[in-house]
């Protein structure tokens, strides 16, 4: 298993950005696949994005499409999110995963072998 930790999250007010940060250590992510997910208190697990270190294609679910980018620094193995425009209901812990296999569709989240605990993201005034 790969470990992983986000990082990044915090209170900020509508309309504003984050910038969450995925660190990842015991390889590289020069072929992988990395995802983003959240998870809000009495809701289920949604996807967001997710994207392929091979060649950078990048896959985007409704909700981030416009407002949210991935993208990896393969050389600190990090992966980020930055989220721009932020609402209120994008309030969530905010999650990455890696597959060093890179199993497609990577915007399922049942290919992932690793997992990080989360980042919580709040949105309010």
């Known amino acids: 298993q790969l470990q992983v930790v986000e990082s990044g999250g915090g209170l900020v007010q509508p309309g504003g950005s984050l910038r969450l940060s995925c660190v990842v250590s015991g390889g590289t992510l020069d072929v992988s696949a990395v995802g983003w997910f959240r998870r809000a208190p009495g809701k289920d697990r949604e996807a967001i994005a997710c994207?392929?270190?091979?060649?950078?294609?990048?896959y985007y679910t409704e909700v981030a499409k416009g407002r949210f980018t991935i993208s990896t620094d393969n050389a600190k193995n990090t992966a980020y999110l930055q989220m721009n425009t932020l609402d209120p209901e994008d309030a969530a812990v905010y999650s990455c995963?890696?597959?060093?296999?890179?199993?497609?569709?990577?915007?399922?989240?049942?290919?992932?072998?690793?997992w990080g605990q989360g980042t919580q993201v709040t949105v309010t005034s």
């Open positions: 994207i392929s270190t091979v060649d950078g294609s990048t």
């Open positions: 995963a890696v597959d060093p296999r890179l199993r497609m569709p990577c915007l399922s989240p049942w290919g992932y072998d690793s």
